[in-house]
């Protein structure tokens, strides 16, 4: 009985942003949440990356993934 070899090569998760980057970070001072909810995108398919477009939605759906954004809640004082 012979046992297959299967390559496995690693995915790139992120399919198109900002690939000119060695390393794709982003920021956020805490002084610049002044709206009551930011979401960031983690799906890495966002038009306005870093910022959720909302099209986690299609790529869930498309995919079977469960991805969603990082939400950024201001604090009540
Ligand atoms: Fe990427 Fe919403 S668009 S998490």
Known sequence: RSR?????RAQSINPEIRKNEEKVVDS???A???KPLTAYCRCWRSGTFPL???????HNKATGDNVGPLL??????
Do not use: T
Request: aromatic share 0%; with cysteine; proline share 0%.
């Open 32 to 34: 610049e949440l002044s």
């Open 52 to 58: 959720c477009d909302g099209s986690h939605v299609k």
């Open 72 to 77: 950024l809640k201001k604090q009540k004082e």
């Open 4 to 8: 297959r070899m299967v390559a496995v």
């Open 28 to 30: 956020v001072l805490v």
